[in-house]
């Protein structure tokens, strides 16, 4: 019997972690990760990267501590 299998990227579930705004609750940044809330620092443009990186800083002022969240 012969089976279709799917490629890696869509057999497993994909997930972002999502830094959302203390202050408004319509604003997010979110970033591409794996079920841990890894990301491929690598993978990231330089825009994302500075967007990240400004995010971690500011947890607890800015954005509430991030999450992992299935994406759609």
């Known amino acids: 019997m012969n089976t279709a299998t799917l490629p890696l990227c869509e057999q497993q579930p994909r997930f972002e972690l999502r830094f959302q705004s203390l202050f408004s ?5 979110t970033f591409p990760c794996d079920d841990r809330g890894e990301v ?6 330089e825009k994302a990267r500075a967007n990240y990186l400004y995010a971690r ?11 992992v969240m299935r994406s759609h």
């Open 57 to 67: 800083v500011v947890v607890g002022r800015e954005y509430a501590t991030p999450a």
């Open 40 to 45: 491929r620092f690598d993978l990231m443009s």
């Open 25 to 29: 609750e319509g604003r997010a940044l």
